[in-house]
């Protein structure tokens, strides 16, 4: 009798399960996008909410007469300053105008690193305000001083609030790229009990690439040191405008991907924080707010401020809290040390492409036993797979024998149906920490590799490292042993494709990486099917 074909269905239980999972895995995915990113998957709205808005002590008639009135409520007089003034600072490194206004920062400019247009970095800009301003509450707005200028960088603020004087001293340190800032109510009244507030302002950029099958790896969002715990909210994600608050709050920043804006918290009173994001007008704010339970005849109110690249070396010569804003992920444990492993090997090496294939190289050997044991695993349960088919047609109307039968031979082959998949497991949070690194390093930005790589934190403009890649996943996935049927063999062999689009807008480094792992990974499964075949 012909035995009957073994024809491939697309409705095969193997590959049911492998498409239920999938859809299981994208169930989970956007319910975690939709958590993370307000408003994720909605459609934008039209109604704006508005950012919180400075109103101006002097100026305008409605604003002036706004403040006059709260004031009066407060049995208060508030002394104005005769005129706005602005204080220019400039150096090597950063230059910014202090304004009597708020003291807030203008223009606020990076010197030593430039955007893809070539232009000095820019933080804080906005209409809605000015870097590190100061509001307070019983004005609802911001305060204005007399300041004077103590030295380069060194400035000193008053103002009187009827029988309350605030003074203000912020303090550049060039070194560090960092301000000391320190606020004192002297005769305070239940004015201050109100609460007066740090603003960091900053405008959504426009993410390089917007598409689904081409995403950009840009982002930015606001990071939240609170209650012993840390947040991350992304805002160049979000799709509609949202308000947050945080209850006491040390540290809060507003950064993009290699630069931030922060204020760490030193006060006896710890403040909250509000986020708010205004998705049509393209901008976001983060207001620090200090409201103290009880007023004292002299009240002092201390933090630091930093505006720069997200240098760990810099956050921690300033801070060591600082350094939290660089966000390294869930396994951020395995990803710091592999981040100071790899500015090592950058010392030696003088280059960072080549730090990146070095680091690459180490992680690669550390988990080269666990690949030994997969790929053994996987040997073992090709070899008895033949067993396997005769011993379920011969029991398949009594399971527990067949159970029993399949055990017996997996067990005499060496074979463990799980024993290919846990190795690779292991290696996943390695894997994913070395990813945020290479993503995430202000070190790469703007660095050359060799040739037409004149950037490791921009994407390849010619595309060679992600076609590189597809070709060498088409030779992995040859090499490697396998017990899947033809019908799921066939979707297996378009991810080689869908990888490689999806790495086409990645930073190259991080795609260097990834062609760095793969080759690495051919050459180990040759090396091995090599060493079977000759024993």
Same mark, same amino acid.
């Given at each position: 009798?012909?035995?009957?074909?073994?024809?491939?269905?697309?409705?095969?239980?193997?590959?049911?399960?492998?498409?239920?999972?999938?859809?299981?895995?994208?169930?989970?995915?956007?319910?975690?996008?939709?958590?993370?990113?307000?408003?994720?998957?909605?459609?934008?709205?039209?109604?704006?909410?508005?950012?919180?808005?400075?109103?101006?002590?002097?100026?305008?008639?409605?604003?002036?007469?706004?403040?006059?009135?709260?004031?009066?409520?407060?049995?208060?007089?508030?002394?104005?300053?005769?005129?706005?003034?602005?204080?220019?600072? &400039?150096?090597?490194?950063?230059?910014?105008?202090?304004?009597?206004?708020?003291?807030?920062?203008?223009?606020?400019?990076?010197?030593?690193?430039?955007?893809?247009?070539?232009?000095?970095?820019?933080?804080?800009?906005?209409?809605?305000?000015?870097?590190?301003?100061?509001?307070?509450?019983?004005?609802?707005?911001?305060?204005?001083?007399?300041?004077?200028?103590?030295?380069?960088?060194? *400035?000193?603020?008053?103002?009187?609030?009827?029988?309350?004087?605030?003074?203000?001293?912020?303090?550049?340190?060039?070194?560090?790229?960092?301000?000391?800032?320190?606020?004192?109510?002297?005769?305070?009244?239940?004015?201050?009990?109100?609460?007066?507030?740090?603003?960091?302002?900053?405008?959504?950029?426009?993410?390089?690439?917007?598409?689904?099958?081409?995403?950009?790896?840009?982002?930015?969002?606001?990071?939240?040191?609170?209650?012993?715990?840390?947040?991350?909210?992304?805002?160049?994600?979000?799709?509609?405008?949202?308000?947050?608050?945080?209850?006491?709050?040390?540290?809060?920043?507003?950064?993009?991907?290699?630069?931030?804006?922060?204020?760490?918290?030193?006060?006896?009173?710890?403040?909250?924080?509000?986020?708010?994001?205004?998705?049509?007008?393209?901008?976001?704010?983060?207001?620090?707010?200090?409201?103290?339970?009880?007023?004292?005849?002299?009240?002092?109110?201390?933090?630091?401020?930093?505006?720069?690249?997200?240098?760990?070396?810099?956050?921690?010569?300033?801070?060591?809290?600082?350094?939290?804003?660089?966000?390294?992920?869930?396994?951020?444990?395995?990803?710091?040390?592999?981040?100071?492993?790899?500015?090592?090997?950058?010392? $030696?090496?003088? &280059? $960072?492409?080549?730090?990146?294939?070095?680091?690459?190289?180490?992680?690669?050997?550390?988990?080269?036993?666990?690949?030994?044991?997969? *790929?053994?695993?996987?040997?073992?349960?090709?070899?008895?797979?033949?067993?396997?088919?005769?011993?379920?047609?011969?029991?398949?109307?009594?399971?527990?024998?067949?159970?029993?039968?399949?055990?017996?031979?997996?067990?005499?082959?060496?074979?463990?149906?799980?024993?290919?998949?846990?190795?690779?497991?292991?290696?996943?949070?390695?894997?994913?920490?070395?990813?945020?690194?290479?993503?995430?390093?202000?070190?790469?930005?703007?660095?050359?590799?060799?040739?037409?790589?004149?950037?490791?934190?921009?994407?390849?403009?010619?595309?060679?490292?992600?076609?590189?890649?597809?070709?060498?996943?088409?030779?992995?996935?040859?090499?490697?042993?396998?017990?899947?049927?033809?019908?799921?063999?066939?979707?297996?062999?378009?991810?080689?494709?869908?990888?490689?689009?999806?790495?086409?807008?990645?930073?190259?480094?991080?795609?260097?990486?990834?062609?760095?792992?793969?080759?690495?990974?051919?050459?180990?499964? $040759?090396?091995?099917?090599?060493?079977?075949?000759?024993?």
């Amino acid at each position: 009798m012909q035995e009957p074909k073994n024809n491939s269905s697309f409705f095969d239980p193997k590959t049911l399960i492998a498409v239920a999972a999938v859809a299981l895995v994208y169930y989970g995915w956007q319910t975690y996008l939709s958590q993370k990113y307000p408003g994720y998957g909605k459609a934008k709205t039209d109604q704006v909410e508005t950012l919180p808005t400075t109103v101006q002590i002097k100026g305008a008639s409605t604003s002036q007469s706004e403040a006059a009135k709260k004031s009066a409520d407060l049995n208060t007089e508030i002394t104005i300053p005769s005129e706005l003034k602005t204080f220019q600072f &400039n150096n090597d490194k950063v230059s910014f105008a202090l304004s009597s206004h708020g003291m807030g920062l203008k223009n606020f400019t990076i010197n030593n690193y430039q955007d893809k247009d070539k232009n000095n970095i820019k933080l804080g800009v906005s209409d809605a305000g000015t870097l590190f301003e100061m509001r307070f509450a019983a004005i609802a707005g911001v305060v204005d001083f007399n300041v004077i200028e103590e030295g380069p960088g060194h *400035f000193i603020g008053t103002a009187q609030l009827g029988d309350t004087t605030i003074r203000r001293e912020l303090k550049y340190d060039a070194e560090k790229s960092a301000f000391e800032n320190t606020v004192t109510f002297s005769g305070a009244n239940d004015s201050v009990k109100q609460g007066f507030s740090l603003v960091m302002p900053e405008l959504i950029h426009t993410s390089g690439s917007t598409s689904f099958l081409f995403p950009s790896y840009e982002h930015q969002d606001f990071f939240i040191s609170h209650s012993g715990k840390n947040e991350t909210v992304n805002f160049s994600g979000a799709t509609e405008n949202f308000s947050q608050e945080f209850p006491h709050t040390t540290l809060v920043s507003v950064s993009s991907q290699y630069f931030a804006a922060a204020i760490l918290d030193k006060s006896e009173v710890i403040p909250d924080v509000k986020v708010t994001a205004n998705i049509a007008g393209k901008s976001v704010m983060s207001e620090l707010i200090y409201k103290p339970v009880q007023s004292k005849p002299v009240m002092t109110f201390t933090s630091v401020f930093y505006a720069g690249p997200k240098s760990i070396d810099l956050l921690n010569a300033v801070d060591p809290e600082l350094s939290k804003i660089i966000d390294l992920g869930f396994f951020d444990f395995i990803a710091r040390p592999l981040l100071y492993v790899m500015k090592a090997f950058h010392s $030696w090496a003088g &280059n $960072w492409g080549f730090a990146i294939i070095l680091l690459t190289l180490m992680v690669r050997l550390c988990v080269l036993p666990f690949n030994i044991m997969s *790929f053994k695993s996987m040997k073992a349960m090709q070899k008895v797979q033949p067993l396997i088919k005769e011993i379920r047609e011969k029991h398949k109307d009594d399971p527990m024998r067949l159970n029993q039968e399949m055990m017996a031979v997996m067990k005499q082959n060496g074979a463990n149906p799980i024993g290919g998949c846990l190795p690779m497991i292991l290696q996943i949070p390695v894997f994913f920490a070395l990813y945020r690194v290479i993503g995430s390093s202000i070190e790469l930005y703007g660095s050359p590799f060799i040739f037409w790589i004149t950037d490791l934190s921009a994407y390849d403009h010619f595309y060679v490292l992600p076609v590189l890649m597809a070709v060498l996943m088409y030779f992995q996935q040859k090499l490697t042993p396998s017990t899947m049927d033809p019908t799921q063999a066939k979707i297996m062999a378009f991810l080689p494709i869908m990888f490689s689009l999806f790495m086409l807008q990645l930073p190259s480094g991080l795609c260097l990486y990834m062609v760095v792992s793969t080759l690495f990974g051919i050459t180990q499964q $040759w090396l091995i099917m090599r060493e079977k075949k000759t024993a």
